[in-house]
């Protein structure tokens, strides 16, 4: 009897743990710039985010990275690509038509980042647009930007 009880108990714990791992979806994909290419970075325009999920849907997006992402202006100190970091953007909202939008300063106020996106009806897929500017608002703006970039992403 006591045998049978610490079985059922361990497949309820090992059970629960699966589903825990489970709610969590990760993306990687690649903004569709022509430019990227010309970097000297070994994979270039890489967009990598994790996805909530509840229900079978993504309700948040967390961790959005890019990296090496190029600019399309010329910056002071001769910037070329811009990458977010390890920890990415702080969580976006999805909402019931499966979009996300949001707008972060980062870097201590010396990047903004505008991320505009959708997800396809299954959750397997993402795309949309990434707006970076790099150089501190000065009082007449920020120095430099990537220009509005597209992305794709997929499980």
């Known amino acids: ?14 059970l629960c743990s699966a589903m825990a791992f489970g709610s969590v979806a990760h ?16 994979d270039p325009c890489q967009i990598l985010f994790d996805g909530k999920r509840r229900r079978g849907r993504v309700v948040k997006v967390k961790h959005f990275e ?4 190029p600019m399309t202006t010329v910056c002071p100190g001769g910037l070329v690509a811009t990458s977010s970091g390890r920890r990415g953007l702080s969580p976006i909202r999805v909402n019931r038509k499966r979009k996300f939008k949001a707008r972060r300063v980062i870097h201590q106020g010396e990047t903004k980042v505008e991320v505009k996106g959708r997800f ?11 707006l970076v500017k790099e150089g501190g608002d000065n009082g007449h703006g920020f120095s430099c930007e990537s220009g509005t970039d597209h992305f794709s992403a997929e499980k």
């Open 1 to 14: 009897m006591k045998r049978g009880f610490v079985v059922v108990v361990a497949l309820a714990v090992a």
């Open 27 to 42: 993306y990687r994909g690649h903004a569709r710039d022509s430019t990227c290419r010309s970097l000297p970075t070994p």
């Open 66 to 69: 890019y990296r090496f992402i």
């Open 120 to 130: 396809t009806k299954d959750f397997h897929k993402a795309s949309g647009r990434l």
